[in-house]
């Protein structure tokens, strides 16, 4: 557990500790990954031929290593090509032409409670969100 709390991008409160912690050692990068099992659990279903979708990229091609700590490296590389060219810029630089999106919010909807009626819960949120 990190020092006050578990580390979960989606909670603000431990992002909040997460960049102060940052901040006050002048550090250029903190990582933070939610671990939620996805690797193990898309190992296990692959087996089966079955893919695993839980809104987290994992890539069969690369040992099923997650989408967030591939881009950390490549990150990572990027922070020290940059400082072997002499560069004074920040990581930030790499994403400053970037806008912000228009939808950052991330929606989780629960169709499985009632399996039986998984389906039909599922068609009233499309139905929804075409709307």
């Known amino acids: 557990m990190f020092p006050n709390n578990i580390l979960n991008p989606e909670d ?3 992002m909040a500790l997460t960049r ?12 933070v990954f939610d671990t939620n ?8 279903l692959n087996k089966d031929g079955i893919d695993e979708h839980d809104g987290i990229l994992i890539l069969k091609e ?3 290593c997650d989408d967030g700590a591939y881009m950390v490296v490549r990150i990572i590389i990027e922070m020290v090509r ?3 060219e ?3 810029e920040g990581i930030e630089s790499l994403i400053k032409d970037l806008k912000e999106p228009l939808e ?9 409670s009632e399996p039986k009626h998984a389906k039909a819960k599922a068609d009233e949120v499309i139905k929804t969100f075409k709307n």
């Open 62 to 64: 690369n040992y099923f």
């Open 104 to 112: 950052s919010a991330e929606l989780r909807m629960d169709v499985m």
């Open 37 to 44: 099992n996805v690797i193990d659990k898309s190992v296990e």
């Open 12 to 14: 603000k409160v431990a």
């Open 86 to 88: 002499g560069s004074n």
């Open 82 to 84: 940059m400082k072997l």
């Open 20 to 31: 102060a912690v940052v901040l006050e050692n002048s550090d250029d990068l903190s990582i």
